[in-house]
């Protein structure tokens, strides 16, 4: 039931209440008419004054019940007209052009009207159904139920986690018209502003801070100390400062490194709750990536060896996100399981099953414990190690953020002395 059709309802509703109490008042005014028909054949004075008062105030209230039902004044009724009545189709019709989730609810939290913005955000509301068949927070209800029963506007915070994150500012506040007293509304309407990307932001500020503060402690640390060498015992020794500006230069490198991952994992985080819509074949992404690493694997000893399938993989992607996948599994595969000397890189494709992109390394393995952590941020499994081949702790973190944005999942196996397998499953 729309707001408009409800109010139709309401006008019925009190029309028909009207009619009824005049029907209960037909048999007093018949009886009074005849009696005064009666006292004048018979010229009882007495009895002509009495019914004709009778008559008088009847129809006096037949006037008043009438006006009443125009008017519907707060003196009879208790609820302005305007309160009520105020031009809901109007207000429709521009909550229907706003871009910002809309929902006119009646005092039992009844949907009378959702907009386009709140369907696309909060899924169909069902016509006319209960506000908890859609959201049922116990803090929105809770809410609702105090605005109606005080009349005031209320707010909260309320955060939905599927599809993804999404925080939102809800609003309810009683539909009244001007001077209208509180408490008199039968409409409310329910707002929903979109504060997510706010406390992305607010996030992201926090913990790149935080991060980048304690990452890049021990480079800038070690750039001090080679700078004062340089300048106080090394000032005369070239070949201590050719050693020393080597070892800056590395630490540099490294702190641009960082950097950069940080802020490719910020940008990341700012449209993770939007899917992308491109079509991207993956087997010659994945043969491109594997040429760029040639070099690398070649200093490292390792043997990079394809599994592709025949005709095209398609899926739906941002196709330099998928590079940036395919390419930190496959530098890391080479780096930490250079052991093995061997990197197998599988991309399979079968009827009715979802692809699937895997790198397998003969290294020495994960230890279990730390596979459910390995997608943090600056997580290592051996500091030492990381640092010594160059990694910033981001790698990871990247990967799964991608993926999420992309819907798909990282699936890691990993037994001690035999190597890891780490699965992309789209």
Same mark, same amino acid.
């Given at each position: 039931m729309s707001v408009v059709e409800a109010v139709q309802k309401d006008g019925r509703q009190t *029309?028909?209440?009207?009619?009824?109490? %005049?029907? $209960? *008042?037909?048999p007093i005014f018949v009886v009074a008419t005849l009696v005064a028909i009666i006292a004048?054949?018979?010229? %009882?004075?007495?009895?002509? &004054?009495a019914a004709g008062w009778v008559l008088i105030a009847l129809s006096v209230f037949a006037i008043r019940l009438g006006s009443a039902a125009v008017t519907n004044t707060p003196e009879e009724e208790g609820i302005e007209d305007d309160a009520d009545d105020q031009p809901l189709a109007e207000v429709v019709s521009a909550y229907r052009a706003l871009d910002i989730p809309i929902l006119i609810l009646s005092s039992d939290a009844t949907v009378l009207f959702h907009n386009p913005a709140a369907e696309r955000a909060l899924g169909e509301f069902p016509q006319g159904a209960h506000l908890s068949a859609r959201l049922r927070s116990p803090g929105i209800l809770d809410m609702v139920r105090?605005?109606?029963?005080?009349?005031?506007?209320?707010?909260?915070?309320?955060?939905?986690r599927l599809p993804s994150e999404r925080v939102y500012i809800l609003r309810i506040a009683p539909i009244l018209a001007e001077g209208a007293p509180v408490g008199s509304a039968r409409?409310?309407?329910l707002s929903f502003r979109d504060v997510s990307e706010l406390r992305r932001l607010d996030r992201m500020r926090s913990d790149f801070v935080a991060n980048a503060s304690h990452e890049l402690r021990t480079p800038l640390a070690s750039l001090r100390g080679f700078i004062e060498t340089i300048q106080g015992p090394a000032k005369a020794d070239a070949r201590a400062q050719e050693k020393f500006l080597g070892i800056m230069h590395d630490q540099a490198t490294r702190m641009s490194r960082l950097v950069d991952d940080l802020l490719s994992l910020s940008r990341l985080e700012l449209k993770s709750h939007i899917a992308p819509d491109q079509r991207v074949d993956l087997l010659p992404l994945v043969c491109h990536v594997r040429d760029a690493l040639l070099p690398l694997a070649s200093d490292l000893g390792v043997d990079i060896r394809m599994h592709m399938p025949e005709g095209k993989v398609e899926v739906t992607g941002d196709r330099d996100e998928l590079v940036q996948v395919v390419e930190n599994l496959i530098e890391n595969a080479c780096k930490y399981g250079q052991e093995g000397e061997v990197v197998d890189v599988y991309l399979t494709r079968e009827e009715g099953q979802p692809v699937e992109f895997s790198v397998v390394d003969r290294g020495p393995g994960i230890p279990a414990e730390?596979?459910? $952590? #390995?997608?943090?941020?600056?997580? $290592? &499994?051996?500091?030492?190690?990381?640092?010594?081949?160059? *990694?910033? *702790?981001?790698? #990871?973190? %990247?990967?799964?953020? %991608?993926?999420?944005r992309h819907r798909a999942r990282l699936i890691v196996k990993s037994e001690i002395g035999r190597g890891t397998t780490f699965t992309v499953r789209f």
């Open positions: *029309g028909m209440q009207v009619a009824s109490k %005049i029907r $209960r *008042g037909w004048w054949l018979l010229h %009882i004075d007495i009895l002509m &004054v105090e605005t109606v029963a005080t009349g005031e506007p209320n707010q909260m915070e309320h955060s939905e409409f409310y309407v730390h596979v459910p $952590r #390995l997608t943090e941020r600056f997580y $290592r &499994v051996s500091v030492a190690d990381s640092r010594s081949k160059k *990694g910033t *702790g981001l790698g #990871l973190a %990247i990967v799964k953020h %991608i993926l999420t």
